[in-house]
């Protein structure tokens, strides 16, 4: 057996004990299930944006909100920004694909949004671009990052940056940690009576 297997394991393991071992990165944690909880409550909707492997995190993220997470409920406005093709192609290819997140959120964008940007760098342009948008719209911005948080770190109301380098540790870190705030998104937009 390859000894990799156990060391990929443990840092992953590591990663999240820092995590949980820090009470602002979970203070951070609460306060963007409160901000997305806010924005839901007055009729506002959640955007989310990332390449690669971080297009996927969004994605997911976006259909636990705008499908269900733990029990059957009404869908919320939930959606990743990355989704439809041929508007991704056109754009990408008319105007570059810098200005992909950016030029939708123009179109869609309202005050009192919340847009995720996800990215293990911090700097991916597109979505640094997004954020021009989202400040001068009053969307507010919550960063899923690697440890440095890079250049998004300036515009984030919440900056999520998981003390990492490691980009596949920094993805497992971020899909658990969206895990958490749709688990208390949902529960408080929708509160069981059986518990």
């Known amino acids: 057996m390859s000894p990799r297997i156990k060391e990929s394991i443990t840092q992953s393991i590591a990663a999240k004990q820092e995590i949980l071992d820090n009470p602002d990165f979970l203070a951070k944690i609460q306060q963007a299930a409160d901000l997305i909880i806010a924005a839901l409550h007055n009729g506002n909707k959640i955007l989310f944006c990332g390449n690669g492997g971080s297009a996927a995190d969004a994605q997911h993220l976006a259909a636990e909100l705008s499908g269900r997470f733990y029990y059957d ?71 899923f990052t690697g440890a440095t948080g890079g250049k998004m770190k300036k515009d984030s109301d919440i900056l999520l940056n998981v003390p990492s380098t490691d980009t596949p540790r ?10 958490i705030i749709c688990e208390l998104v949902e529960s408080a937009i929708f509160p069981r009576s059986d518990k």
């Open 170 to 179: 920094i993805q497992e870190s971020h899909i658990m940690i969206g895990h």
């Open 73 to 143: 409920r009404p869908p919320l406005p939930a959606e990743a920004l990355h989704c439809n093709t041929s508007y991704l192609t056109a754009v990408g290819n008319d105007y570059g694909y810098e200005h992909i997140f950016s030029r939708l959120l123009r179109g869609t964008g309202k005050k009192g949004d919340v847009l995720i940007g996800i990215s293990t760098s911090g700097n991916s342009q597109n979505i640094l671009n997004a954020y021009e948008i989202c400040k001068e719209n009053g969307v507010s911005i919550i960063s």
